[in-house]
C-alpha cells in the first residue's frame, strides 16, 4: 500500500533556482494539499485542490505554483528559491475535505536553499 | 484571532509512567479538532476527530477528551513506541471544511525505557 509518496527526499538549491515537487497518491482521493513545517510552528498550507484541473491559495502561497493535471498528483514549483523556503514539505491527501476527513501524509521533502 | 496552543513542547515520561498532553483553542466555534502522530522523518499519521464537549475517543495505550476550551490526550503506561510528536489540529464553524485547519506546534513524547 503505496498511499501518498513524494519524491525528492531531500534536496539542496542555491537562490535563484527553481524546482518542481511531486506528490503522488493512489487511494483515488478528490482532495490535495501541499504543507510546509517549520520548526516550533504548526503545519501551514501553501495550496490546496479540491479535484482534478483544480487549485487554490492557502495560507501561504506566495513564492509557490502547483498544479493538478491529473487526479493521482499534485506538483508543487518553486520558480525561484529564497533561503526563507528552506522548510520540510509535506503533501497530504483526502477523499472529501480536511475538516470531514481524516488526511493521508507523505513523509516529506527536505528541502534546504542555499 | 483563532488560535492552537500544545503545551508542553516536550515531555520525558519512563516506560509505563501516564500522562497527558495538551491542546488549548481560542476560536470562534469548534467544529472538530483532530490529533496527528508524527515519527520523526514521517508525516503526520491521523489517530482521533472530537467533535463536541464531552467526546472522548481511544486507541490503545491513548485517549483523547474534549472541553469547551482544550482537549487533552492521555496515554497510560506508555511504551518507547509511543514515543513521537503528537500534534493537534483545529477546525472552526468559519472555517471552510474543504481545507480549513489551524495546527498546533506539537508536543514532542519521549518514552525512556
Known amino acids: 500500500n503505496a498511499g501518498v509518496t513524494q519524491t525528492p527526499k531531500f534536496r539542496v538549491l542555491k537562490t535563484g533556482q527553481s524546482m518542481t515537487l511531486l506528490c503522488a497518491q493512489d487511494?483515488?482521493?478528490?482532495?490535495m494539499y501541499w504543507y510546509r513545517q517549520d520548526p516550533g510552528m504548526g503545519l501551514r498550507l501553501i495550496h490546496y485542490?479540491?479535484?482534478?484541473?483544480?487549485?487554490a491559495k492557502g495560507e501561504v502561497p506566495d513564492g509557490y505554483n502547483v498544479s493538478r493535471l491529473k487526479k493521482q498528483n499534485f506538483l508543487l514549483g518553486l520558480e525561484s528559491a529564497a533561503p526563507s523556503q528552506t522548510s520540510v514539505y509535506f503533501c497530504a491527501s483526502s477523499y472529501r475535505g480536511a475538516g470531514n476527513q481524516p488526511q493521508h501524509f507523505g513523509d516529506g521533502t527536505r528541502l534546504s536553499i542555499l | 484571532e483563532d488560535q492552537v496552543t500544545q503545551s508542553p513542547e516536550a515531555l520525558r515520561l519512563q516506560e509505563g509512567e501516564s500522562s497527558s498532553l495538551n491542546c488549548s483553542y481560542t476560536v470562534s466555534g469548534l467544529r472538530g479538532l483532530f490529533w496527528y502522530r508524527q515519527d520523526p522523518g514521517k508525516g503526520p499519521e491521523f489517530l482521533f476527530t472530537l467533535y463536541s464537549a464531552g467526546e472522548e475517543k481511544e486507541k490503545e495505550r491513548l485517549k483523547a477528551t474534549l472541553t469547551k476550551k482544550e482537549s487533552f490526550l492521555h496515554i497510560t503506561a506508555p511504551k518507547p513506541e509511543d514515543s513521537a510528536t503528537y500534534l493537534c489540529?483545529?477546525?472552526?464553524?468559519?472555517?471552510?471544511?474543504?481545507?480549513?485547519?489551524?495546527w498546533g506546534a506539537g508536543t514532542k513524547l519521549i518514552i525512556k525505557p
Open positions: 489540529a483545529v477546525q472552526t464553524d468559519l472555517m471552510d471544511s474543504n481545507y480549513q485547519l489551524i
Open positions: 485542490s479540491v479535484g482534478e484541473g483544480t487549485t
Open positions: 487511494m483515488n482521493h478528490e482532495y
